[in-house]
Nanobody, 125 residues
Framework: VQLQAFGGGLVQAGGSLRLSCAAS????????VAWFRQAPGKEREFVAA????????YYADSVKGRFAISRDNAQNTAWLQMNSLKPEDTAVYYC???????????????????WGQGTQVTVSS
């Protein structure tokens, strides 16, 4: 599976962006899809994840209520809708996927074997 993340950009605080993660090479409908982010000088951190049927999603506490993850298996695409953006959301955002993710390990980067190239999100104050 090849993943391509896009949709990043520069936005003012309080604004919104929608990131997309497109999968190719193999159907991603059986994969758990997640978003992680990495700010300069910081470790990569979990943002959100969504399970196979789209009915179960997970969020980092820092983005709950502001971000929403969704997917369309027919399009092999997942999205991360980001609202009420803050300067601290500035980071490179990566989408990731895995066929098998233990529920307790959903927020761990090590659980995911497929990664996109990342897209830069910059939130100005």
């Amino acid at each position: 599976v090849q993943l391509q993340a896009f949709g990043g950009g520069l936005v003012q605080a309080g604004g919104s962006l929608r990131l997309s993660c497109a999968a190719s090479g193999r159907s991603s409908s059986r994969f758990v899809v997640a978003w992680f982010r990495q700010a300069p000088g910081k470790e990569r951190e979990f943002v959100a994840a969504i399970r196979l049927n789209g009915g179960t999603s997970y969020y980092a506490d820092s983005v709950k209520g502001r971000f929403a993850i969704s997917r369309d298996n027919a399009q092999n695409t997942a999205w991360l809708q980001m609202n009420s953006l803050k300067p601290e959301d500035t980071a490179v955002y990566y989408c990731a996927a895995s066929q098998t993710v233990i529920t307790s390990a959903t927020m761990q980067a090590e659980s995911y074997g497929y990664w996109g190239q990342g897209t830069q999100v910059t939130v100005s104050s």
